[in-house]
């Protein structure tokens, strides 16, 4: 089981998702997370709302779910478009392992990618971040990247029947940009759209993220963590479950090719 | 065949195909719309003076930039992809011509983008609709699609020498949106920022629409797009008759 976690997930991350490729990964995850954060720097310099460390961080912590909505959704949704989804249900192995597996290096490219945002906004814009901070943040991060993670997965799932679950994708993650706290403060949206952002993943992270930059230690916003692990969780198992359904149901009315 | 004729019927033919496609309408309308919701929240909450028409114009043209990269970025290697592109290049027009109403389709997109944004805000923000010239806006915003659309046509006929151009495509929506100060100021960039500004048909159309919406001469910024748009045809015109040339020399046209 640990090897189809491992290997598996390795595997599966290479062969789909998209952007594997050093030009295309540049570009997709690195340079647009960047440009991302110089736009809404610069729009809240003119807004004159928050200052640049306010951005810095929300979109840091933002670019994680870049990699864990679509990630997720192309490494799950993409078996079927390529054919694969058959061999892969047929085969014996753990669908937990197998399904979960393939978040491992979503993860670690999450932090990856916020860790190259940190950096521009440190080199760019007008942001420090004290060095004792670090790990803190770190585990922050990967919490939150966890969490985005399970959203992926939901969304993966229901690639398993949705012909262009990539748009769904594209739609989660830009209503996660109004609503989680990333550019916009949670207290300026309306009640019932701050309600829609808690309930999402990246919201408590990204508000833990910045109490660890303005110096809160683990302790003080230990809540926020296990908020967002749960909503994460939350996701993931609801992914998991529909997975398991619409694999019955494709199995039944032999579905699981169509496209 | 009649270019007019040509352009025309292609135009509205790849207006319709677009218009069907998911993807195409989550980044021409919802999007677009997002996007102006984050800016509206952020230009209240800041306290900024002004009137939201402002963010509404910006908002709108965002999308039609996204509209226009996203899918004239890629028309080639669709076109490829479908086996259509040798009948493209072997029709009687020119292979710019052809590919021409491609782009401004793609550009037309924007339209979708413009409307929503205006809407949305009037209904969920109170955005107030009123434009001091609103035929001059009406043009505006017609000049600004043509000179979006043949810059899509110079990114067509370049990007196909390159088979992951779609990589370059993702990472120019931002700084676009940056350098032609369709919300953020150039002036407020660094100082390198301006120059690029000037040879972007982004740049004078969002000048164009806010001077006929609030009361200056758009006629100077109009004047500027329509003369980037004639640079941008001739670069696209060199571009295309290259791409055609080469792929005829080494029968390069259908390979992927």
């Known amino acids: ?21 050093p030009l295309s990964y540049a570009t997709s995850m690195l340079g647009i997370p960047v440009t991302q954060l110089l736009f809404f720097a610069y729009l809240g310099r003119f ?36 054919g694969t989804l058959g061999p892969l249900l047929a085969s014996p192995a753990n669908r937990a392992a ?85 550019n916009v403060p949670l207290d300026v949206l309306p009640q019932w759209l701050e309600w829609v952002g808690r309930s999402l993943p990246l919201t408590h992270g990204l508000e833990a993220a910045r109490r660890v930059v303005d110096g809160a230690s683990l302790t003080d916003v230990g809540g ?29 009315h032999a579905v699981l090719d169509t496209y | 065949m009649n270019a007019l004729r040509v352009f025309w019927l292609s135009w509205v033919l790849n207006l319709r195909l677009l218009s069907q496609s998911l993807f195409f309408v989550l980044i021409s309308v919802f999007q677009p719309v997002i996007f102006a919701s984050i800016a509206f929240y952020m230009w209240r909450a800041g306290g900024r003076e002004g009137t939201l028409l402002y963010v509404s114009i910006g908002a709108g043209l965002m999308g039609m930039w996204s509209a ?36 401004v389709a793609t550009a037309s997109l924007g339209l979708y983008s413009m409307v929503a944004t205006l809407a949305w805000g009037r209904l969920l923000f109170d955005v107030p609709l009123h434009f001091e010239h609103p035929l001059m806006f009406a043009v505006a915003v017609a000049v600004t699609v043509l000179g979006l659309g043949v810059l899509g046509l110079v990114f067509a006929s370049t990007f196909v ?55 200056g001469d758009p006629l100077p910024e109009l004047a500027a797009c329509v003369a980037l748009t004639l640079v941008y045809f001739g670069l696209a015109w060199v571009g295309a008759a290259n791409f055609e040339r080469l792929a005829r020399k080494h029968a390069t046209l259908s390979l992927t």
């Open chain 1, 47 to 82: 807004t004159g709302l928050r200052d640049d460390e306010f951005y810095v961080v929300g979109n840091a912590v933002q670019a994680t779910a870049m990699g864990g909505v679509f990630a997720m959704t192309m490494t799950v949704g993409n078996e079927r478009q390529f």
């Open chain 1, 1 to 21: 089981m640990a090897r189809v976690f491992v290997v598996g997930g390795v595997i599966s991350y290479r062969a789909l998702f998209n952007w594997v490729r």
């Open chain 1, 98 to 182: 197998l399904f979960l597996g393939r978040s491992l290096p979503v993860v670690l490219n999450a932090l990856f990618v916020a860790a190259v945002v940190f950096m521009a906004g440190l080199l760019l814009l007008d942001f420090s971040l004290p060095a004792g901070q670090i790990p803190a943040l770190l585990l922050v991060v990967v919490v939150t990247a966890s969490a985005t993670t399970g959203l992926g997965l939901l969304l993966g799932a229901i690639g398993l029947r949705a012909r262009e679950v990539i748009f769904a994708g594209n739609l989660v993650y830009f209503v996660m940009l109004l609503v989680c706290g990333v």
């Open chain 2, 68 to 103: 226009t990269l996203f899918g004239s970025g890629g028309l080639i290697v669709w076109q490829r992809w479908q086996r259509t592109l040798e009948l493209l290049v072997a029709a009687p027009p020119r292979f710019v011509v052809t590919m021409l109403p491609f782009t």
């Open chain 1, 224 to 252: 926020l963590l296990w908020t967002e692990a749960a909503i994460g969780a939350a996701y993931a198992a609801a992914g998991f479950v529909l997975f398991r359904l619409l694999e019955l149901e494709g199995r039944r």
């Open chain 2, 161 to 215: 020498f390159y088979r992951h151009a779609n990589a370059f495509s993702n990472v120019l929506e931002y700084p676009v949106w940056l350098a032609s100060g369709v919300l953020v100021p150039v002036s407020l960039l660094p100082a390198f920022v301006e120059p690029l500004s000037w040879v972007l048909a982004p740049t004078w159309g969002v000048r164009a629409m806010r001077d006929a919406a609030f009361g």
